[in-house]
C-alpha cells in the first residue's frame, strides 16, 4: 500500500519568514495530493491540493508543488503570520476510496 | 451545501463499557465514508471505510466495528472499551470523482 513520509514532524519559524514542509510517497499510482490544516482541538480543514497532472499550484500566502519522478511534494507557506501556527498534514491518494496522511507537521510561528 | 455531522462531541467512558459514534452526511448522495482515530499529538490513524450501504472495510483490526445502515449514516462502535481506545475521532466523507475528503467537528473519547 501506499506509504507517505512527512519532515520535518517541527518547524519553528519567525513571523514574516517562510515554512517549508516535505513530504515523499511510494505508489507512482498516486494522483492526489492534499494538505490540511489541524489547529489544536479542532477538525482537519483542507487548504490545498495538487493533482499529478499540475506541478505547482498557488493559493495566495500558500502553494504546492510535485515532483512525479522523485515522488515528492512540499508546501510553501510565505509571510508566515501567528494564525499559520497548527499541524499540518499532507496526504496521498490514488483516488479509489482511500487517502494517506502523513505523520503531521506542527508548526509555530514566533510573533 | 454539504454537512457532516457527530455526535456526542465529548464522551467519558469507562472500561469495558460499550461505545456508539454517529456521524452523518447533509446534502450529498453516496458518499465514501471514513472512521479515523487521532491519538493525542499523533497523526490520523483509517479504522475503517464505506463505499455503499453495508459495504465495510476495516484497515487496523481491534476491539472496534463500523456499520452503514443508511447512504449517509456510518456508525462506529465496540462492545467493550480499552484505555488504548482513548482519542479523537473524526469522521469524513468524499465523493470518489472530486477526491477530496472533509471531516466532521470529531467525537473526544476518554476511557478512564
Known amino acids: 500500500g501506499e506509504n507517505v513520509e512527512q519532515h520535518p514532524s517541527t518547524l519553528s519559524v519567525q513571523e514574516g519568514d517562510s515554512a517549508v514542509i516535505k513530504c515523499t510517497y511510494s505508489?507512482?499510482?498516486?494522483?492526489?495530493f492534499p494538505w490540511y490544516k489541524q489547529e489544536l482541538g479542532k477538525r482537519p480543514q483542507l487548504i490545498i491540493d495538487i493533482r499529478s497532472n499540475v506541478g505547482e499550484k498557488k493559493d495566495q500566502r500558500i502553494a504546492v508543488t510535485l515532483n512525479k519522478t522523485a515522488k515528492h511534494f512540499s508546501l510553501h507557506i510565505t509571510e508566515t503570520q501567528p494564525e499559520d501556527s497548527a499541524v499540518y498534514f499532507c496526504a496521498a491518494s490514488t483516488g479509489y476510496q482511500k487517502v494517506t496522511f502523513g505523520t503531521g507537521t506542527k508548526l509555530q510561528v514566533i510573533p | 451545501s454539504q454537512t457532516i455531522h457527530q455526535w456526542p462531541a465529548t464522551l467519558v467512558q469507562p472500561v469495558g463499557s460499550p461505545l456508539s459514534l454517529e456521524c452523518t452526511v447533509e446534502?450529498?448522495?453516496?458518499?465514501?465514508l471514513y472512521w479515523y482515530r487521532q491519538a493525542a499529538g499523533r497523526g490520523l490513524q483509517l479504522l475503517f471505510y464505506s463505499v455503499g450501504i453495508g459495504q465495510i472495510s476495516s484497515e487496523v483490526p481491534q476491539n472496534l466495528s463500523a456499520s452503514r445502515p443508511q447512504d449517509r449514516q456510518f456508525i462506529l462502535s465496540s462492545k467493550k472499551l480499552l484505555l488504548s481506545d482513548s482519542g479523537f475521532y473524526l469522521c469524513?466523507?468524499?465523493?470518489?470523482?472530486?477526491?477530496?475528503?472533509?471531516f466532521g467537528p470529531g467525537t473526544r473519547l476518554t476511557v478512564t
Open positions: 469524513a466523507w468524499s465523493v470518489l470523482i472530486h477526491y477530496e475528503q472533509y
Open positions: 505508489d507512482s499510482a498516486s494522483n492526489y
Open positions: 446534502g450529498t448522495s453516496n458518499p465514501n
